[in-house]
Every structure is written in C-alpha cells, then in structure tokens.
C-alpha cells in the first residue's frame, strides 16, 4: 500500500458541513459520517487536528445586519462553533476515538483551555484534537482559526472541505463553464478573489509558507486517497 504523505493535518469543516438537506443545524448521521472519515485518518497513523465552523447555527456578521452588536453576535458565533465541536466529539467518541475539544475562550466545565504544548501532546497521542471557539477574538473567521492553528500545531498540511472538488474561477453550481484550478498560488488567489477563505486567512497561510489543499470530502474516502499521495482537489501554494 502507498505511504502516506502527512503526518499531521489541520482540517477545516464549515458548520453547513454537519446540516442535513431537510434542515435543522445539526444531522447526526452526517456528524457520524465524517467522524468516520476522520477516525479512519487515525487509524492510519495520522495527527488530525479539527476546525469546525458555526454557520450552521450563527453567523456574527448576519446577526449584526440584524441589529445586534457586532463583538456580541461574534461571541455568539463562537459559541456556535464549540456546539458544532461538542458534537463531533461525541460521535468521534462513539466510534471509540479519543478526542479533545480545546476551546479559544474559557469554557473549562465543558472543554480544554487552548494551550499549544498541551494540544501538539495530544495530537502525538493520536487524540483527534478539535480547535473550537475560532481564535476567540470578534471580527476573525473560523478559516482564519484553521490557519492560525495550522501553523501553531506545525501541521504540514490544512485541508479546507467544500462541496465542490476545489477551486474553481466562479461558482461551478451557478456558472457552467467555470474553470477548474487544480494548483495555484495564495496571491493567484487573493488577487483574482477566489472566494476560497477571507484574505486575513490566506495572507497568513502565505506568510508561514502552509499549502493548502481545497477538496470535497464528502466524497467517501476522498481524504485518505489524498494522503495515500493521489492528487485531489486543488492545492494552493506559497510560490
Ligand atoms: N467567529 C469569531 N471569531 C473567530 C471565529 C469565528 O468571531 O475567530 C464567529 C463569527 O461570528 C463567525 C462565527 O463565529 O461568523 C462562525 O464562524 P464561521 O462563520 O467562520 O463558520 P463557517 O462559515 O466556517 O461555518
């Protein structure tokens, strides 16, 4: 069998991720779907580091539209995203993974304080390790908390989901002949506006020199092929 390619990842889940067609924010059956994908990275040997987004539940920019505080609706946002790791660690638990949720704001009753040794510690553990409650700061995005924690655990390699294969010139749903990039540069993607995360969270992934692979991994197996070193999805690099 072909050798796997990365030792530690840094994968980043949208909170739409875990909604299911019908509605309501949280499905239990996608939840436990991609614990699988996840536990199946541990088993092989694989470091994973999660981010899990809250749009799902509460997005603080929408809400402040709405009237509400922008620093509040943001916290509220945060908040949205340890729901959405309480979650995945329960169905990660479930399939028998050890798992740690390590929370940007002090929420100590119900997970771990962020620290960084004690986080890198349980990813050499092989304890799945769930960044929750973004970079507990308003105004940032949970793409941005994947970077930033990306590059603190030394992750060789951040994994972006989407429900397409990658990225793409324009939105393949809307736009039948948008094209398909299998590889670019962060400034290919910042200059051209992609729409692939914020800028903060590309400059940052530029800046630390992080690749990024944009895939969808709702396609079974999709992430193990691409650390067993099939070329899949589009990667962004530095130069
Ligand atoms: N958020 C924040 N600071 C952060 C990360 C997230 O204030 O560092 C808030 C923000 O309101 C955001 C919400 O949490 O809208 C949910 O995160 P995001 O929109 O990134 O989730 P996703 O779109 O990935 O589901």
Redesign the pocket.
Known sequence: MSQIICQRILLKL???ALMSEKGGSIDPDIVQRLAQEVKDLCDAGIQVGLVI????I????EKASDGLNRVT???M??L??VINALAMQDALEYLGQPVRVMTALKINQVCEDYIRRRAVRHLEKGRVTIFAA????????????ASLRAIEIDAQLMIKATKVKGVYSADPNKVADAVFYPRLTYDEAIDQRLNVMDTTALVLCRDNNLPMRVMNIFEPGAVMRLMRGEDIGSLIVRK
């Open positions: 949208s909170g739409e987004g809250g749009g799902n509460l997005r603080g920019a609706s943001d916290q946002g945060m949205a995203t973004g970079t507990g700061n308003p105004f940032f995005t949970t793409d941005t908390a």
